[in-house]
């Protein structure tokens, strides 16, 4: 719903830099959501076969991505938050 009502008050005054840093911002914690999610389904995929290779190299990729979006959230929501 966030993104929703940012992206209408970007249409009213798209040249506000920092309302599409906060939409951009809002999209990244959207997405830690959804890599979340998907590293709870290749966990259970592995529970029921610990010998899945792809779903262990998902897993493994999906908890790469997952640091790193976390890491361009902090510096996206924290000043200076490197």
Known sequence: QYVDKLGKVIEEFPHYADMHHHLGTAYLIKCRFDVSRSMKEFKKALEINPQFQKAL??????????????????KAIIPGGS
Do not use: I
């Open 57 to 74: 190299a998902n897993f493994n990729d999906s908890e790469d991505l997952n640091k790193n979006v976390l890491a361009v959230l902090k």
